[in-house]
């Protein structure tokens, strides 16, 4: 038999070959790899350390996030009253698409 009348069969091994070699590669991104990639796979010792909450500093978190939403909250209507005084067009972003970058 010549190599030739058995192409199929080549093209079929070197085929098989390749997939065998691509499945077993750590390139792939599977949630199961080993080595480097451990903390990415869900376990492993490089988590970080738990850190005890109590509820002084929740509250204290919490009074931070407020301040901050509040400021966010004026900075916004600066801006949407200085473009109306400038005659800017102010687009409303929806919940439908993000908001046009400028």
């Known amino acids: 038999m010549s190599l ?32 480097d990639d451990s903390e990415y796979a869900g376990g ?9 909450v109590d509820e002084d500093k929740l509250k204290k978190t919490e009074k931070e ?11 916004r209507k600066e801006i949407f009253e200085a473009k109306n005084k400038l005659g800017i067009p102010v687009d409303r972003p929806t919940d439908d698409a993000p908001a046009a970058a400028e």
């Open 65 to 75: 996030a407020m301040d901050i939403t509040e400021e966010n909250h004026k900075l």
């Open 44 to 52: 492993g010792s490089r988590s970080a350390p738990k850190e005890h």
């Open 4 to 35: 030739l009348k058995n192409w199929k069969l080549i093209l079929a091994t070197l085929s098989v070959a390749l997939f065998t070699a691509c499945a077993g590669s750590s390139g792939g991104s599977d949630d199961y790899s080993s080595g």
